[in-house]
């Protein structure tokens, strides 16, 4: 634990992620358990989960988790070669929406819901950088279910700058030029067994013809 972590700790607050060129705001315990666990019930059992296939060195793979696109009618999604078009809100995703907006300040339009079976389903290193999101998008991941690490790396290295332990409830904000110079994962692992549910807020702004 750094020497910032250790102070923060000590006065009961949330330990600081100090990155350059990354705005990153972490909150562990964002909503109590008894609201996760809600959620969590509800969300797993009502979403129509979706598997799609992406093209990867010429095959059609199924992504390694699944997946879901809510949002307003003008947010159109693209991203890995796949569009998704927006399921409509349902009360509790509102009820979140308005929750988040109303704590963060932000504004969005569309959330991504990925569910994570078991450790075996991943993401793999990306950043959330389509044109659609903006010049320095927001991005507010609130995670539910089991802990997964989730790892960032400077865009042109390999080696790991960071590592973070997303907890039930918990909350993250990537903001600033975060998506311009990292990228983040969540990567495979034998030691989770249980299920995580991860709802990734966004505003999608609509796209220019020329």
């Given amino acids: 634990m750094s020497r910032s972590d250790t102070f923060a ?14 705005q990153l705001d972490y909150r562990a315990c964002w909503i109590d ?6 959620w969590l019930q509800e969300l797993t059992d009502a979403t129509p989960w979706s598997q799609p296939e992406i093209r990867i060195y010429g095959r059609q793979v199924a992504v390694p988790r699944l997946l879901a696109w809510y949002g307003e009618p003008e947010a159109d999604y693209r991203y890995s070669g796949l569009r998704h078009e927006p399921l409509a809100w349902t009360p509790l995703l509102r009820q979140i929406r308005q929750r988040l907006e109303n704590d963060t300040g932000y504004r969005f339009n569309g959330v991504l819901l990925n569910l994570y079976r078991d450790g075996r389903d991943a993401m793999g290193w990306h950043s959330d950088d389509e044109a659609e999101l903006g010049v320095d998008p927001i991005v507010a991941s609130l995670s539910l279910g089991a802990e997964r690490r989730f790892d960032l790396h400077r865009k042109g290295s390999s080696r790991i700058g960071h590592s973070l332990v997303l907890a039930h409830g918990s909350l993250l904000v990537m903001g600033g030029a975060t998506q311009h110079h990292w990228q983040h ?11 995580r549910l991860n709802l990734t807020f966004r505003l999608i702004r609509p796209r220019t013809t020329s």
Avoid at 185 to 195: E, G
């Fill in 185 to 195: 994962q969540i990567a495979r692992t034998s030691k989770v067994l249980r299920p």
């Fill in 33 to 38: 358990r008894d609201t996760a666990d809600a």
């Fill in 9 to 22: 700790a000590a006065l009961g607050l949330e330990p600081v992620i100090d990155l350059p060129d990354a």
